[in-house]
């Protein structure tokens, strides 16, 4: 109101859970997307099935800890079959260290790292390039932005596809739309997505990906 009085807004990115119950002005509408964690550590079990530690990888920034919110609930069910530790109060430091040596059929899923334990800002990209650089053990993920940082994929939300889509709304608030006439959009953005060259590199047959998995990086 301040800076853009009257303005349309087009946000996205946020869980429904997030704006449940807010009451959001008229100029303002959204695309909301349901992100899902436990498909892709299904997976990771799948194509790793003597796995018996799973260590779930996350910072202390504020949306660090959303996401680790979500997390937590989506892999409950999980923990009846691996042993889970959250790594998520560690400097970069210590954390390098600890993925360096983990145990024997263990696999990493890396969530976000905006900040560590340490109170040191980072960008997740990077953060996970690094951790990918030493760690012993094949990483998995839920955002196709990682694939390509050394991560060997997951059931990814796509943040491409989430774009074109907000920015579908955000033509047709210019063509004249009202933002208040246009209705919520749930974003259906995810897929299997792999890089072949971590596949490469932890011996994983291609043929036990999912049927519908894209495999990117392939030479």
Known sequence: DTLFPGVPIVFC????????GLALPDNVTRVLVQRAFAPTLDIALRLHPDTSHVFVIGGTWRFDRQIQAIARSDLQPFASRVNITWLNT???????????????????YYLTVFADGAGEAFIPHEALTRIAAV???????????????GAVGGYVYSVESLGQQAAALGVRILRGEPPASIPVTR???????????????????????????QVDYRP
């Open 135 to 149: 760690a012993n053990a094949p990483i998995y993920v839920a955002v196709d932005q990682y694939i390509g940082r």
């Open 13 to 20: 990115g946020a869980n429904p859970a997030e704006v449940e």
């Open 90 to 108: 560690l400097s970069m430091e210590q954390l390098l260290g600890q993925v360096a040596t983990l145990p024997r059929n263990s696999v990493i």
């Open 187 to 213: 974003a259906s953005v995810h897929r299997n997505l792999f890089d072949w060259r971590q596949l490469d590199r932890w011996h994983i047959d291609e043929d036990r990906l999912p049927p519908d998995s």
